[in-house]
């Protein structure tokens, strides 16, 4: 291949969006790439708004619920205490297959061991157990909808 084919190449990688060419002409082949600039993200900035917005959220659904009827916000307001976060990213199952019935429902007794639900990361079914024994309160997610890591995901009352 001619050195002037080359140069040209060059600069049609440099004038475009392209990150990588490969040319072959007959048994010559030329590979021009250049290096990507990336972004660098730090989550705390951006975690701090997030908490900063839902906080700003449940302040104010907490003062609509309060003016509307004191009693309601003890019905929605879970206990942190009691509960069962998610320990990864992935998508929430409570059932380890669509035809099985879900591992628990709400009002479900639960012992220190047995499985809550499956949470599938990268192909990978993670099975979510009991830190203690309890009653399902709530279900915090809708089944096969995705989770973030420690999104609540049950509250569970000890026993």
């Given amino acids: 291949m ?3 084919k080359i140069r040209k190449l ?9 990150a990588e060419i490969e040319v072959v002409e007959g048994t010559h082949s ?3 790439s250049r290096a990507v600039a990336t972004a660098t993200i730090t989550p705390e900035p951006v975690q701090a708004t997030v908490q900063q917005t839902v906080s700003e959220a449940v302040v104010s659904e907490e003062a609509a619920v309060t003016e509307s009827s004191p009693h309601q916000v003890a019905e929605h307001a879970p206990n942190d205490e009691h509960l069962v ?7 929430f199952y409570r059932a380890a297959s669509p035809e099985a019935e879900p591992f628990v429902s709400e009002g ?8 809550l639900c499956i949470i599938e990361a ?4 993670n099975e979510i157990e009991a830190e203690y024994d309890g009653t399902v309160q709530r279900i915090l997610v809708e089944n096969a909808t995705p989770v973030e ?6 509250e569970i009352t000890p026993a």
């Fill in 122 to 125: 990268m192909k990978l079914m």
């Fill in 85 to 91: 976060t998610s320990p990864m990213v992935g998508t």
């Fill in 149 to 154: 890591y420690g999104q609540a995901i049950f």
């Fill in 10 to 18: 060059i600069k049609m990688v440099k004038a475009s969006d392209i």
């Fill in 30 to 32: 030329v590979r021009i």
């Fill in 2 to 4: 001619d050195i002037s």
């Fill in 108 to 115: 479900s007794r639960v012992r220190k061991g047995d499985v």
